[in-house]
């Protein structure tokens, strides 16, 4: 339950909601692209609004009340509409990154299931998104009250980070090869699980690995070398209790495809969820505009919610079978989510259909290059008639949006832009040198016929 709102907050609760309101409506207008400038403009009202809170707050009090959550909301939106703009690399762009990685680890956390190589990526990213808030701090580019929330955020995943690499730390040597096929087993396991058809032929094999695993240990313990009991027992023993476990409820309930009734609704919603998220990671160059994964994770959030002790019950109050597939589909909706997030270019919505024209145009001229010719002006002249067509939107050298405005990823389409007419250029020069070899040959044809 969150805690009522005070009175000297509600002003600021009310704006907060009506900037969301805004934030909603330029995110389901589609007829046009989001504008810098709306985009701006309301960053900087709830930027004003977050300062009149903080002065009405105690810095060493924890803070949960409708005025949170509206703005944990609208610092999404604000979040994704930068990152659909192509501004990744500000400070506004890394809160939806970071939330979107809080939850995913949250429920790393939660299963257990995780190795070092699983991490590292974590890692690497926490640290890239560090870098760019930094930088923002350090040239005074955003607010900082901006850059303190997001300070909270990376505190938030760090103290998750570091509880899954103490979790780790404990394994000793000689197990971590076993640790970590058993996390593999166990995620193939819970897939298959969530697959529509059978699967014996798969279960069975991952059924007598799991077996020859199991036959290692002596009175329930794996043994080192020398006879020798590792430390860390318990973390591959639940492991591999956990799959054989998992492993039953596939063959008791015919591979888990008969999740119970009460709990059918939250697996089709799911399961509808995932697909269209695995579709978006398909076609997301095409048709992804970021801020339409704001209504994905609303959806999964509000899922999440409805667990009690981590498990859905039904309106009895009862864990029904299928747990293991809807905690499977929940945990890869998130991590479909967080991977559309991370691999967002730094390209505006405005320019992205130009982006794929010439990234279809590259891989063309590559393969035409690759296979060699002989080329004539004709086969070369559908190429040379996209670019112009690119080359003829430029004013001044640059791509100009919708209003005068300049978008994001001018760099990146220009470079794209260069490598086409390169690679165009080389066709063109192997084109002539194939017409001077043939003007060689028939040289020496008639002179051969003269002699």
Known sequence: MSAPVAQEELPILEAVINIRNRL????????????????????????????????????????NNRVDTTLADVFSLLSLSYLTLGRTKECPAVYSQLASMRQFLSHMEESGVYNESDLAPFQRRLSELRHIVQQDAERSKHPEAMTKLLERQFNECDVIMRSLQDSLSVLSVELVPIHERLVTIRRQLVALAAKEGSHKAEIKSLAEELRKIDSKRVDGKFLGPGGTMPASQALC???????????????????????????????????????????????????????????????????????????????????????????????????????????????????????????????????VYKFGGPFTPRDLYPYQLALHQIDSMRKDGRFVGVGGNIPEGQGIVMAHLNECHELLEMLKESMNENEDDQEDYDDESETGVAE
Not at 279 to 292: G, Q
Not at 312 to 329: A, C, H, K, M, S
């Open 24 to 63: 909603t409506a330029l995110k389901r207008d589609r007829a046009e692209f989001i504008k810098p400038s709306d985009v701006n403009a309301l960053y900087q009202a709830v930027v004003k609004q977050v300062t009149k809170l903080n002065d009405v707050r105690d810095d060493n009090t924890t803070y």
């Open 237 to 367: 023993t639940s492991l591999i209790e956990e799959c054989f476990d998992i492993l039953q409820q596939i063959k008791a309930q015919d591979e888990s495809k008969n999740v119970a009734s009460s709990l059918k609704p939250i697996h089709d919603r799911l399961n509808e969820l995932r697909a269209e998220l695995e579709n978006l990671v398909l076609t997301h160059r095409w048709s992804l505009r970021e801020t339409d994964l704001y209504n994905y994770s609303m959806s999964l959030q509000e899922i999440d919610k409805m667990r009690i002790d981590g498990k859905f019950v039904d309106t009895e109050g009862n864990r029904p079978p299928g747990q293991y597939v809807l905690l499977y589909l929940l945990r890869r909706c998130y991590g479909l989510i967080y991977r559309l997030l991370s691999s967002s270019e730094p390209v505006s919505e405005e320019l992205i259909p130009i982006a794929n024209k010439l990234s279809t145009v590259k891989k063309c001229l590559n393969e």
